[in-house]
């Protein structure tokens, strides 16, 4: 499709929906700004509503390469960004002293880009397709903030400086497409922020969660679609260490189906509980009649 083709909000939206990613106005604008200044896009927001699908559809919908960097403590340089082909180096100097090239050995220059390993963030800027790449940076909030700071020439200037080469930037007017996610685990640097445009997905609304869920799941009866929908949005208002995203709602929703339910009813509810909740404590406050409860709660005020 190509960035030329997502020439205003709706068409984001819309391209967005076609590859069954249901986007809010807000984050359809966010998109698109992004896209259009050639600005990083921090997504933000609570695990399983939606971010990294950010990432991923938005490569689709461009038709280019999705380079992730899944982040974590430790990353580093080597890992992320490049790292010298030492083996190869070592062989070179040696085919050279076997030859008797023993000073040539000595002075050839092992640190050129032939010897260079490319990682996600070096082969986002140097990438040749027609549509630059969507570079998709992964819970960045999960790496170290020595890497965080590193990040930042790259977010700046499209440019990273490797000391024995120099500094290699990103084609003039062809940057990649930057997502960034965070489950804010930490807060992100100010500096990092300023370099980004800025977004929080929020848990959606009972209306777009079920446009969500029936993009997703097609084939699910309306009626269980529904009830799986407003049996969530109550738990998300309950005591839970950690309540369901939107990720949960579909995975729990396709157990459902698998089970042949037709309806929510008490005992499935506890038998599949673990395709929605993900701690023991969860589960057991859900078990031996609170799911139960929630659901006659749920009946009671449906419509």
Known sequence: MGTHRLASIDSVQAAFAAQRYVADRDLATAVYLS?????PLLV???????????GRTLAAVLETELIRLQCYEGLDVNTAVYEWDYPRQMLEIRLLEARGDAKRAVTKDIFSEEFLVRRPLLRALENSRPEPPVLLIDEVDRADEEFEAYLLEVLADFAITI???????????????VIITSNRTREVHDALKRRCLYHWIDYPTAERELAILTCRRPELSQVLASEVVAFVQRLRSADLTKVPGIAETIDWAAALEALGARRLEAEQVER???ALVKYQEDVAALRGGGAAKLLDEVRAVKP
């Open 35 to 39: 896209l259009t200044l050639d600005r």
């Open 44 to 54: 933000e927001g609570e695990a399983g509503v939606g971010k990294t699908d950010v």
């Open 163 to 177: 000391p024995e080469i120099g500094t290699i930037k990103a084609p003039a007017g062809r940057p990649p497409h």
């Open 272 to 274: 599949t509980l673990g």
